[in-house]
């Protein structure tokens, strides 16, 4: 069935220094959702990619959407303690219709 | 508002004891979801209603059971729990269809001993 995996599975990095982690789909997908989850948090909204190629910024954070619509990146520069958390991506679209999470990605920045 | 309300936060259930966990949302949306979350596996979709009277199997539905009370209320159900179903179990909404934004409850920490 349709897969969405994510890597890293867990990074740990000094404050200041970036991040990224990427996700890939077995299938093309007609968007790509990212979401934060706080420790002891749950899953919170943080955009949505639908066009191919699509690259999207906030703030610190920028999103992008492969040409093939079947991956995706999220780059955070110069991190900072409040980016502590999961990331997950979760691709919609493909046979089932529905939105399949990736396996996350859980970011630890050392002050 | 609210957005989406879970209930219990917490529940330590014997082996092969039932409990049901309630889900409300508040926004209006059609759709709404449960998902469970264990350490290393991601969201894993258990059940999902696509509207009001519908309901259908996820990708782990084994040993639960959902009811979609109204439009605004969709409760699971373990009947026998089992140690294999202590987990972290999160209620979702989203306007029409699962691949618009879901929203999330503040989720049920479950365990079954």
């Known amino acids: ?7 890293p599975q867990y990074q740990h990095v000094q404050e200041g220094e970036d991040f990224t982690t990427y996700c890939n789909s077995s299938t093309t997908l007609s968007n790509i959702q990212w979401y934060k989850q706080r420790p002891g948090g749950h899953p919170v909204f943080l955009i949505q990619l639908v066009k191919s ?3 999207k ?9 492969g040409e093939a619509k079947k991956n995706s990146s999220l780059h955070i520069t110069a991190t900072q303690t409040t980016d502590v958390g999961t990331y997950f991506c979760a ?10 999470f990736g396996t996350g990605t859980l970011l630890a920045v050392q002050p | 508002n609210a957005g ?18 309630q889900c409300a949302q508040d926004m209006n949306h059609n759709s709404m979801y449960w998902y469970r979350q264990d350490p290393g596996m991601g969201l894993r979709l258990i059940y999902y209603s696509a ?20 439009k605004r209320e969709f409760s699971l159900r373990l009947e026998s729990a089992a140690p294999s179903q202590t987990s972290v179990y999160f209620c979702a909404s989203s306007s029409v ?3 618009d934004t879901q929203y999330f409850g503040p989720g ?5 001993l």
Do not use: C, H, W
């Open chain 1, 1 to 7: 069935g349709q897969q969405v995996m994510q890597i």
């Open chain 1, 53 to 55: 190629g699509e690259v």
């Open chain 1, 57 to 65: 910024k906030q703030k610190r954070l920028t999103f992008q959407f």
């Open chain 1, 91 to 100: 691709g919609g679209g493909g046979a089932t219709n529905k939105l399949i």
């Open chain 2, 4 to 21: 989406v309300t879970q209930t219990p936060k917490f529940q330590v259930l014997k082996t092969g004891q039932s409990m049901t966990l």
């Open chain 2, 51 to 70: 509207s009001e009277g519908t309901t259908d199997k996820g990708e782990v539905p084994n040993g639960y059971n959902v009811s979609r009370l109204n």
């Open chain 2, 97 to 99: 269809s699962a691949t």
């Open chain 2, 108 to 112: 049920t920490r479950l365990t079954v």
